[in-house]
């Protein structure tokens, strides 16, 4: 959703770019009209040309490559979670719970209670804490790319604003000169 305001805040500036071209162009013709002086002035003023604007920016809008990874890194580790999660699991797959007994290293054995019982409930507590933790890791890459999505998208509203404003100002001085024709 975030990527998708983005997206319309830039068709929104180079909007705003393209009626700032054309608002400059009225305003060639007003003053051709106006005396024969302009008209002289603007036809040897150089000539501009019409897709400045899409020349100036990009035509699509790219998300910050830190959203861009998070979002990325959260789907890959969602799908990882899916296939090891026994509830989520598809049903091919007739693995125990406690499958990853034997990949444990004989340092990381010492470390659990002797009884089989014990070890086992402690390894996946372990494991059900990695779990959250990766979780709690993609949680922060995504809170930290919406974050600075976010303060992109602000300094874009405030050029916007600021462009909306010098163009307003322009169109009224432009209306003024058109009702003194």
């Known amino acids: 959703e975030l990527v998708r305001q983005g997206e319309a805040l830039k068709r929104t500036e180079q909007m705003v770019d393209k009626m700032d071209q054309d608002l400059k162009t009225s305003q060639k013709h007003i003053n051709s009209i106006k005396s024969v002086f302009g008209g002289l002035v603007n036809y040897f003023k150089p000539k501009t040309p019409e897709s400045k604007p899409e020349q100036n920016g990009t035509p699509e809008y790219n998300a910050n490559n830190r959203l861009k990874e998070a979002m990325m890194?959260?789907?890959?580790?969602?799908?990882?979670?899916?296939?090891?999660?026994?509830?989520?699991?598809?049903?091919?797959?007739?693995?125990?719970?406690?499958?990853?007994?034997?990949?444990?290293?004989?340092?990381?054995?010492?470390?659990?209670?002797?009884?089989?019982?014990?070890r086992a409930y402690h390894q996946k507590i372990d494991s059900n804490l990695d779990e959250m933790s990766s979780g709690l890791s993609r949680l922060k890459n995504l809170a930290l790319g919406l974050q600075t999505e976010i303060q992109e998208q602000d300094d874009m509203l405030d050029r916007l604003t600021k462009k909306v404003e010098t163009l307003d100002i322009n169109i009224a001085n432009t209306d003024k000169r058109v009702r003194q024709l």
């Not at 797959?93 to 019982?117: E, L, M, T, W």
Request: negative net charge; aromatic residues 6%.
């Open 73 to 118: 890194s959260s789907k890959e580790q969602e799908s990882k979670y899916q296939e090891s999660h026994p509830n989520l699991r598809r049903l091919d797959n007739s693995d125990s719970d406690f499958s990853g007994v034997d990949s444990i290293s004989s340092v990381q054995r010492d470390a659990y209670p002797k009884n089989q019982h014990l």
